[in-house]
């Protein structure tokens, strides 16, 4: 089967996700998925805020964090 431009942009745009990742290896070659753990500072008042937070919805704070994060990014 021969690869049309159709098929092309199919692939391409199924495998979005796929292919932005292999290019992240590629230029770092660290592989951008998973976790890791870091150490950061905030203030009191922003830890209180996010174990509010935490207690509502049930989430841990690397999850509140998280989708805030994805969201700012839209």
Not at 50 to 64: C, F, N, Y
Request: hydrophobic share 35%; net charge positive.
């Amino acid at each position: 089967m021969p690869l049309t431009e159709e098929l092309h942009k199919k692939i391409m745009k199924q495998g979005k996700n796929v292919f932005e990742i292999l290019s992240q290896y590629d230029k770092t070659r660290e592989w951008p998925i998973g976790r890791a753990r870091i150490d950061i500072t905030l203030s009191k008042r922003t830890i209180q805020k996010l174990k509010k937070i935490k207690e509502k919805t049930g989430k841990p704070v690397s999850h509140i964090i998280e989708e805030v994060l994805e969201n700012l990014a839209e």
